[in-house]
Structures are given as structure tokens and as C-alpha cells.
């Protein structure tokens, strides 16, 4: 029962996190039927910014409550960077050309961005230790250990996505991504300007993976060139499970990912050397049986 | 070979596109469909290839039901083209026909593999068939050049020819005309008068009632998903309720 | 290659009138316009190279020199440079020319640099090929008519005779190792920079249309001699046991590289988790190999990875395009980790399957010497063949019914069906083609190397297949085999640029679908 009670925390928590990417994934999707591949890596360069705000900008022995705004400002930083830089010179250049293309360009750039950070980033060859916020504080609910860090996604992850989610419904830019992401053709005719609601929802998503990258930092205390990967196609698998376009689907897609990682880490056939297997067999399966998601809607058969 | 609708009905969610149409398709006649903008035709259209499953009624094709399947529809000898052209642009005029010869093609994984003199041979005819549809409509035999490259005009005679190879008892032409100028639309009545001489019944869905007119056996005008009037182009022509929805919508 | 274009009438006409036209530009101020860039080509070449003699050995080709030591003997690259800058006195040859002198100078130059070294020539020649390029006119290559028989099969077998000779020395270029020649690295570079000159010109004389026209005229003559060819590559330069092992290394991966070509090139299908399919023939076959003979194994191989593209391919029923890619590189995960797990204890997983023996046929094993003949050469030609093979199978099946309905399907799925395809099935055909022929590759993967392990299938891995393939141009027949030589050469030649092997393969994938989505071959 404990450990029931303590995995799903850890689920909870592991959601949270690939919850704050799958919405970069589902708000590019749903504009411009892009799977950005390479948005993982986007979360993991705000990783690595984090980290080397701490390392080599901040004094060292700087107490967390300042350490963490920097460490976020230099990650979501770092992450609107490498998100507009490929927009730009990757994806833009690309509309209207092969179909394979944007989903081929995508893998390039989560490559180049990889190897880029792993070749010339010090010390990335290997895990990096992240800095510790809290100092390993933790809370005890009974027999389940919660780490502090684990509170602070479980609570802001939310939070975020309620305000993104307001935002699309309420600003001027959400009315111009929704109306992109029904008809371009007709969002242009009524003066939206394409290129910079997809720029928005480029910069918006890196935003969120900047912020949820500091989070994962300081929760798991590690960092490596290949979180960006892993997470990145946990996210998507999430984005699609919610029903992709929809912010409130991401939530709970990247919510029902954490929990099957981490219970079937623990329970399930192979233990924890197989969960990723168990995350990726979900997502063939939902990609087959129910490609819409569970709030999304069936896709028309065009003619 | 007749192509018949008995009571079909589409809905798309709430909306009702077609309510209860029945039409007969009869062997080597023109049939055309008019109707103002969202009238339904094209989703009629979609309903006799097989492309929808209609919500009720009954597509029959020779008195059997046709399976909800544009494969099997086309196997069963329908073939269609698109209101927006949609060829193979990469692929050669060529291809493109022999693509649309697909269905008479018994050759298969193996014979390709091998490439046996039975192979060879039925190779040969299809390509000398796609060449000769391709000669039908007025194209460059050769048919060398990407379909892609190819003018407005002889696009869209390439999509007939493609669907002709197919050998079809019954060709569905999406607004063949759509986009054309005088000559060429007249190029396309007798393409058609041709295709009808073949033994192919032909379905034509158009704007140009003119056009219509001048060209089908039997027309059909289709209103807010509703079979409005069916008959011989004379008496739709002159019927009451046919003017009324063209003025009403215009 | 795909045109069964044999030449048009004009074409008779062409090439005699534009002769003439260009047998007087010779003499035309054009021409003498290009007089500067071939002198300072040439200048460059004759100055010396490295301005200090390098510690670790003399740079290559006598370029450590003073002033004109030896200019009646340059050799390497330095006649490569003389060659090209000679060359470039022919009207449409300037630009190729320029843009090789580019690429020679460049790589030479940059590799001094980096050891410290001012470069004396480099930077001329670099001027005379920028000068080149810029003044070089881009004209449509001439069509030159098709010979008699009389002429054709000496015309092939000269070309066939050549591109052997490009294969051998591109392979031998710049040696084996570090350990024999620091400057390996830049000489191969370099190497490639004069073969990328040499097709340059070649293409732009109209040469190499005119040969692949006959080629394709006379297919069977032409497979023959390419194969007699690629049989003789052993008693070339590249006759030792390394370059045998490489060569039928390459061979593996261009005949998986074949057959991911059919499910993305020609039924457009993104498949990213492809090495899978080799991956499962390979354990197979290891698992088999000692208790059944190879051609048993082999087959056995192919087959599971049939059997595993049917799996994969069955999605296809129900997901499309970016969905699809999704669902293939979920499967290749799920291997990969199966694999490192040592699921069923068939894989070994961390300690690999190792101690497979040699592939023995009629008593002789595979990874000894045949008479004269290099250790190797056996693995050589069965991989020659296999990918003989491989080609032949994706030719076959491009002009065949079901190739075109696999290019139907690439280009539009919805008129696929409406034009009698059933779509479903022929996806999961092209995945079971597609990865028979990997099975069949994994299998003599596994006896060649002797030790199979998971890490040989790694998402990279699928990664590199796809660039191959996409790099030699996806549906063309030559272009995954091009593709594969040149992803899987490249890193064996520039060992000390390993480390930004997987880097520059994701920035060639951006850059090609960016330039030339359609590929380097179809040019």
C-alpha cells in the first residue's frame, strides 16, 4: 500500500513535468500539424542554460530563492532562443514543400541540438549534478516521502497550464491561434499574420519547457544530453493521449504517462528495466485505437 | 451496368447533407447532377465511389450493395475524378494512367520479382492501354513529362484518362470543366459524347447548367441535400421550381 | 536514372552545332576570362603548402617544400589541383572545376591551419577557384546521340572500368588509420572534392546522361559489367583485408539502406526505428549459427524480420504519416530495450552474443584468404551480391504494379484507393519487403562481425539509415547505396571528427530537405 500510495506520488510529480512539455508539443500540433521532434530538445537546452546560470553566472553559495528565478529566467531564455532559432531557419522554410520534410528537418534539429550541447557543453559527455533547491527538504504523509521540488511542480505545472490555458481563450494572440489553427487560409484573409502566431506558439511552448526544465533539474538532481529525447517522446505520446490541440488533454495525457512510467516501473511485467517499454506500447496503442485522443475530436476523411 | 442510390441519407454530426436521394445511373446514358453550392453533390458523389458509407438508404451498383470502400468501388468498376485536381504530380503522365490501371493489372509481388515473360507481357499491354487513353484525351502518348508540369486544361484531361484505364462502367466526373475557357470546355463535351460512344455511363456534377444541358441525358438537380427535380434536360430546363432555387440562391 | 529517355532527335543536332559554337569561345573573350582563375589555380598548386616542416610527418605530397622545389613532380592533391585548373580552360568546365579547386583548397588549407601551419598555396588556389566558379557559365549540358552497338559496350565497359577506379581510390584515399597517415583525413576530403570535380564536368558535357541512357538501354550488359566490376575491386589498391572488410561493411548497411528506401523512398512511409528489422536478423541468425548452416540461418533471419515488418507495418492500417513515424520509432525503442534487457535470453544483452563462427560454404570459411586473394573477399562479394541483389528487387518492384501503387499511395493516399489500391495492403507489403531485406542484411552482419550486440541498434543507427537514403535521393535505385558509402566511409576516414559524427548528420538532414530535398543522386 505504501508503495501503491509513493508510486503514484512519483507518477503525479513525473506528470506534472512532461505535462509543461506535452503543451509545446499539442499548441505547435494544433497550428501548424508539425510534430516538432526537436521540442525536447528545446526543454533540454533550458536545462542546460539553468545549469550554467548556477554554475557561472550566480556566486556560488546563493540561497535557492534567488538561485531559482535566475536559474528559470536563464532556462526559459536559453529555450525561446533555440525554439525561434528553428522556426526560423529550420520549419519556416520548409512550408509547402515534401511531406516528409518538416518531420525529417525535426529529427535533424533534435540531432544537431543533441550533439551540439553534448560536444561542446563541459562536462555534458556525462550526467551533470543539478543543483539542489531546498536543500533535499521533503514532506511526509504518512508512509509517502514527497520531496519539496515534487510540491513545487505538482503545484506549478497546473498553474501554468490554467493561465496558458486563459490566455488562448481570452488575449488577442489565442483568438489568432485558434483561428490559425482552424483555417489559416481564412485566418490570413482576416488579417492574422501566420508567421507570427506560429513564432508565438513556438516562443509560448519553449516558455513552458524552460520552466519545466528547472523543475526537472532540481527534483531529479540530474541532467544529460538525452533528457530532451526521452521526455520529449513522453510528452508527445501524452499530447496525443489528451487529444492533440487541447490544453487541458496534454494535463491529463502527460498525468496518465507518469503514472503508467512509474506503477509499472513497479509493478508490471520486467520491472523498471522495461517501464519505458510499457510508456511506448501505450502510445502505439493509443495511436491505433484512439489517434484522437480522449478530448479530441475523429478526423474527417478528406475529399 | 447501372449505378443506383436508393434513399440515401448522409449526416455529418447534426447536419443532414443528403436526405433520402434516389437516383438510377443507366448503362451508356450522361447523367448530370447541378445544384447550387453545398447542395450535397459532391458528398453524393462520395457516397456512389464509395468513399462514405451513407447514415441510411442503399447504393446498389449492378443490383449488388457497393461495399463502402473506393477500393472496391473501383474494383467494381467505378472510377472517379476530383473537383480539386488531385493526380500524382511527381509521378509521369504515364504513370499516373497506369496507376489508374492498377485494378486490371494481375501481376503481382512475385511476377514483378521475377519478371517472367508473362510479366513482360501484360506490362506491355498495360502500357500500351495507358498510352492509347492518354491519346483518347487528347495528351501527349509518351506521357514523359510529371503529371505535376503538365497545363491547367491537360491536368485535368489526365485525371479522365486515368480513371478511364480502369476499364469503368461508370465515370464519375467531379466538375470537369471547372477553371476552363469556352474552347476547352467544348473540347470536354465531346470527350465526354466519346466516352458515352465507349459504352461508360457518366456522371457529370457541374455549375455550368449550360454545359449540363447541352451534354447529359438525364439530369438531376440536387437542393439542400434534397432530390428537387430529375428528368430529361428539356423539361428541367423549363421546370418552375429549378429556376426559382437557381434565381434564390443567385 | 529513372527516364527511359534515349535521346531525341534534336540531341542529333545539338551537340555538333554547340561544339562549334564553343570551339570558337575558346578563342573569345569569355574564355580568356577564364585564364586568371586556371593560372592562379595552377600557381597554387606549384607553391608550397605547409610553411613549416609538421611534427608527427611531413604533410602529404611533398607540399612541405620550399618555393618551387619539385614543380615537375606534383603528385596527390597537388595534381588533382593541376588537373583541375587545366580543365578549366574548357568552357563548361570551369565551374565543376572551381567548385573541386573549392573543396581541395579549403579542406588542405584548413587542416594546416589547424596544425599551426600558414598555407602558402591554399589560399591561391582558393582564389583561382572562387574566380572559376564565379565566371563559369551554368549551360544545359549538350544530349549527345546514342552509338551503335559497335561502340556502346567498349563506351560501358570504359565507364564501369572507371568508376572502379573512383571507387578504389576514394576507398584508399588518405590510407587506412591514423596510425599510418596523420593527414588522412584532409587527403580523403580533398580526395572527394577532385571526384565531385571530376562528375562535375563530366555531367556537365552531358557524359553521364548520355552514359546512364545507355546504361538503361542496355540493362543486362550493363548489370554484368558493373558486377564484373565490383568482383574486381579486390585486385585494385583497395586489395587488402581491411579495405575488403570495410567494403562489405558498407555492403550491409547499403543493402538495409535498399530496403528502407522501398517503405520511405518508394511507398513513403517514415520509418524511424528501421534498424530493428537488421537487428532481429542479426540475433537470429546468431542464435541459429551454430546448429544450422548459413544459407538456413540467413533465411531464418529474413523471415523473423518479415514477420516483425508485418507487426510494425500493421498500424498502417489505422495511422497515418506523422503517427505512423511515431508508431515505427515506438517499436524500434521497444526492441532496442528488449534487446539491452536480453529478452527470452536471445540477445545476450549486455554481454552481446558473442562467438558466432564464420559463414563456411563447401568448406571454406568466409574470413580466410581464397588463393591470391585478400581475407575478406569472400564476405565482400556475398555482400556485393547481396546488394546486387537488393537493387534489383527495388528496380523490379518500382516499375511493377505494385510500385506504382506504393508511389500512388506516397503521393496520395485518399486517390490511391479511389484508383483500386487497397492502401492497407500494400503498406504492409513494402514494410515486409523492406525488412526481409534488412533480416536477410543482419544475417551476414552477424557471422562477418562474429559478435552481435543491442547497442549496434540504437535510435543513431535508424537515424543514419534514413540519412543514407534520404542523402542518395529517396526511390532512386543507386541513391541508398550511394548514400549508405558515403554516411558509412566518412566516419571510418575522419576519425578525429568522430565525435561530431551524429552533429553533422542531424545538420545534413536539415540541409538537404532545405537545398535539395530530392537527394544528391537525382541531380
Redesign the interface.
Known amino acids: 500500500m505504501a508503495t501503491l500510495a509513493q508510486q503514484l506520488v512519483n507518477g503525479l510529480v513525473l506528470g506534472a513535468l512532461i505535462g509543461l512539455i506535452a503543451l509545446g508539443y499539442t499548441m505547435v500540433y494544433g497550428i501548424v500539424q508539425l510534430i516538432n521532434f526537436a521540442h525536447g530538445e528545446v526543454f533540454m537546452a533550458g536545462a542546460f542554460g539553468a545549469h550554467f546560470a548556477y554554475l557561472r553566472l550566480l556566486p556560488a553559495g546563493t540561497p535557492w530563492y534567488l538561485a531559482l528565478p535566475v536559474m528559470t529566467g536563464a532556462a526559459v531564455a536559453v529555450s525561446v532562443a533555440v525554439a525561434v532559432a528553428m522556426e526560423r531557419w529550420a520549419y519556416r522554410p520548409l512550408r509547402g514543400a515534401h511531406k516528409l520534410a518538416p518531420l525529417i528537418t525535426a529529427l535533424g534539429v533534435s540531432i544537431l541540438l543533441q550533439e551540439v550541447v553534448r560536444v561542446f557543453y563541459p562536462g555534458a559527455t556525462a550526467p551533470l549534478a543539478f543543483p539542489r533547491a531546498f536543500a533535499g527538504g521533503s514532506l511526509t504523509l504518512g508512509p509517502v516521502l514527497v520531496l519539496w521540488t515534487g510540491v513545487l511542480a505538482v503545484v506549478v505545472a497546473p498553474l501554468l497550464a490554467t493561465g496558458l490555458h486563459l490566455y488562448v481563450e481570452r488575449s488577442r494572440l489565442g483568438r489568432a491561434m485558434r483561428a490559425t489553427a482552424q483555417d489559416p487560409d481564412t485566418a490570413r484573409l482576416m488579417g492574422i499574420d501566420p508567421d507570427r502566431v506560429v513564432l508565438a506558439t513556438f516562443v509560448i511552448g519553449a516558455v513552458l519547457a524552460g520552466a519545466g526544465a528547472v523543475l526537472y533539474g532540481v527534483h531529479y538532481t540530474q541532467i544529460d544530453t538525452a533528457i530532451g529525447f526521452q521526455n520529449g517522446i513522453f510528452a508527445f505520446t501524452a499530447a496525443v493521449l489528451g487529444g492533440i490541440g487541447s490544453i487541458r488533454g496534454a494535463m491529463l495525457g502527460a498525468l496518465c504517462i507518469g503514472l503508467v512510467k512509474s506503477l509499472a516501473g513497479q509493478y508490471a511485467w520486467g520491472g523498471a528495466q522495461y517501464d519505458y517499454v510499457w510508456v511506448f506500447v501505450l502510445l502505439i496503442l493509443v495511436l491505433m485505437f484512439r489517434p484522437q485522443g480522449f478530448l479530441g475530436r475523429p478526423e474527417g476523411v478528406r475529399a | 451496368m447501372t449505378l443506383t442510390a436508393q434513399g440515401v441519407s448522409m449526416a455529418f454530426g447534426g447536419l443532414l447533407a443528403l436526405d433520402d436521394v434516389s437516383l438510377t445511373v443507366p448503362e451508356r446514358r450522361v447523367v448530370g447532377l447541378i445544384g447550387p453550392n453545398g447542395a450535397g453533390k459532391t458528398t453524393l458523389f462520395n457516397c456512389l465511389t464509395g468513399l462514405y458509407a451513407p447514415t441510411s438508404g442503399l447504393v446498389l451498383l449492378n443490383g449488388r450493395p457497393l461495399p463502402p470502400d473506393p477500393a472496391e468501388a473501383a474494383r467494381g468498376g467505378i472510377a472517379r475524378t476530383f473537383q480539386n485536381i488531385r493526380l500524382f504530380p511527381e509521378l509521369s503522365a504515364l504513370d499516373n494512367v497506369l496507376v489508374g490501371r492498377h485494378t486490371r493489372i494481375r501481376q503481382g509481388l512475385l511476377a514483378a520479382l521475377l519478371r517472367g515473360p508473362g510479366f513482360r507481357r501484360s506490362e506491355a499491354e498495360a502500357v500500351e492501354r495507358a498510352r492509347a487513353e492518354l491519346a483518347f484525351v487528347g495528351l501527349d502518348p509518351a506521357g514523359r513529362a510529371p503529371a505535376g508540369s503538365l497545363a491547367y486544361g491537360d491536368q485535368r484531361r489526365l485525371e479522365i484518362a486515368r480513371a478511364l484505364a480502369g476499364d469503368p462502367s461508370v465515370l464519375m466526373l467531379d466538375e470537369p470543366t471547372a477553371g476552363m475557357n469556352a474552347t476547352e470546355t467544348a473540347a470536354v463535351r465531346e470527350l465526354i459524347a466519346a466516352i458515352r460512344e465507349r459504352g461508360i455511363a457518366v456522371v457529370v456534377i457541374e455549375h455550368d447548367t449550360k454545359f449540363i444541358f447541352s451534354l447529359c441525358d438525364h439530369v438531376h438537380v440536387l437542393v439542400r441535400g434534397r432530390l428537387l427535380v430529375d428528368g430529361p434536360p428539356e423539361a428541367v430546363r423549363a421546370d418552375a421550381r429549378v429556376i426559382e432555387a437557381y434565381l434564390g440562391a443567385a | 536514372m529513372t527516364?527511359?529517355?534515349t535521346g531525341s532527335t534534336t540531341g542529333v543536332r545539338g551537340p555538333v552545332t554547340r561544339a562549334r559554337r564553343s570551339a570558337r569561345s575558346v578563342l573569345s573573350v569569355r574564355s580568356v576570362r577564364r585564364v586568371p582563375g586556371a593560372v592562379l589555380v595552377l600557381a597554387g598548386a606549384l607553391s608550397p603548402w605547409a610553411s613549416v616542416v609538421l611534427p608527427g610527418g611531413a604533410y602529404p605530397d611533398l607540399a612541405t617544400l620550399h618555393l618551387f622545389d619539385a614543380p615537375h613532380l606534383v603528385t596527390g592533391f597537388r595534381l588533382h589541383l593541376v588537373l583541375l585548373g587545366l580543365a578549366a580552360l574548357l568552357p563548361r568546365a570551369a565551374r565543376p572545376a572551381g567548385a573541386g579547386v573549392l573543396i581541395i583548397a579549403f579542406v588542405h588549407t584548413a587542416f594546416l591551419a589547424a596544425l599551426g601551419a600558414v598555407s602558402f598555396g591554399g589560399p591561391v588556389a582558393l582564389a583561382g577557384g572562387a574566380l572559376l566558379v564565379w565566371q563559369g557559365r551554368r549551360e544545359p549540358a549538350p544530349r549527345w546521340p546514342l552509338p551503335g552497338r559497335a561502340v556502346v559496350w567498349p563506351a560501358l565497359a570504359a565507364a564501369f572500368a572507371g568508376l572502379l577506379w573512383l571507387v578504389s581510390a576514394t576507398l584508399t584515399a588518405g590510407g587506412q588509420s591514423r596510425a599510418t597517415n596523420p593527414h588522412g583525413g584532409a587527403e580523403f576530403l580533398a580526395f572527394l572534392g577532385f571526384a565531385v570535380a571530376l562528375l562535375g564536368i563530366l555531367s556537365a558535357y552531358g557524359v553521364l546522361a548520355w552514359l546512364s541512357a545507355l546504361a538503361e538501354r542496355h540493362r543486362t550488359f550493363s548489370v554484368a559489367v558493373l558486377l564484373g566490376c565490383a568482383m574486381l575491386l579486390p585486385l585494385t589498391g583497395a586489395g587488402t583485408g581491411y579495405w575488403m572488410t570495410v567494403a562489405s561493411t558498407i555492403g550491409v548497411y547499403a543493402a538495409t539502406a535498399i530496403g528502407l528506401n522501398i517503405v520511405?523512398g518508394l511507398a513513403?512511409l517514415?520509418d524511424?526505428g528501421y534498424v530493428a528489422f537488421l537487428g532481429i536478423g542479426a540475433f537470429t541468425a546468431a542464435n541459429l549459427a551454430h546448429t544450422v548452416p548459413f544459407p538456413v540461418a540467413a533465411l531464418a533471419g529474413a523471415v523473423a524480420a518479415g514477420l516483425l515488418g508485418v507487426v510494425v507495418g500493421a498500424?498502417t492500417l489505422?495511422?497515418r504519416?506523422?503517427?505512423?513515424?511515431?508508431?515505427t520509432?515506438?517499436?524500434g525503442?521497444?526492441f532496442f530495450?528488449?534487446a539491452?534487457?536480453d529478452l527470452g535470453g536471445l540477445t545476450g544483452g549486455a554481454n552481446s552474443i558473442p562467438g558466432i563462427p564464420p559463414i563456411t560454404l563447401f568448406g571454406q570459411a568466409f574470413d580466410r584468404p581464397v588463393g591470391a586473394l585478400p581475407a575478406g573477399f569472400l564476405y565482400y562479394a556475398l555482400t556485393v551480391l547481396m546488394v546486387a541483389g537488393a537493387m534489383?528487387?527495388l528496380a523490379?518492384?518500382k516499375?511493377?504494379?505494385?510500385?506504382?501503387?506504393w508511389?500512388?499511395i506516397s503521393?496520395?493516399e485518399?486517390?490511391?484507393?479511389?484508383?483500386?489500391?487497397?492502401?492497407g495492403r500494400a503498406k504492409i507489403?513494402a514494410f515486409l519487403?523492406g525488412a526481409t531485406l534488412a533480416g536477410l542484411a543482419g544475417a551476414v552482419f552477424a557471422h562477418k562481425l562474429g559478435t552481435v550486440g543491442y547497442e549496434s541498434f540504437d535510435f543513431?543507427e535508424s537515424?543514419t539509415l534514413?540519412a543514407a537514403v534520404?542523402l542518395g535521393g529517396?526511390g532512386t535505385v543507386p541513391g541508398a547505396v550511394v548514400g549508405a558509402s558515403l554516411l558509412f566511409v566518412l566516419p571510418e576516414k575522419l576519425r578525429e571528427f568522430s565525435?561530431?559524427r551524429?552533429?553533422l548528420?542531424?545538420?545534413?538532414?536539415?540541409l538537404i530537405?532545405?537545398l535539395r530535398?530530392k537527394g544528391l543522386v537525382s541531380s
Open positions: 527516364s527511359t529517355d520511405v513513403g517514415l524511424l498500424p489505422r495511422v504519416g506523422d503517427y505512423l513515424a511515431i508508431v520509432l515506438a517499436f525503442e521497444i530495450r528488449a539491452q534487457n534489383a528487387v523490379n518492384l516499375h511493377s504494379r505494385t510500385g506504382r501503387a508511389l500512388a503521393a496520395d485518399d486517390v490511391a484507393r479511389a484508383m483500386g489500391v487497397h492502401t507489403l519487403v543513431s537515424v534514413l534520404i529517396m565525435d561530431y551524429l552533429m548528420f542531424g545538420l545534413a538532414l536539415i530537405m532545405r530535398p
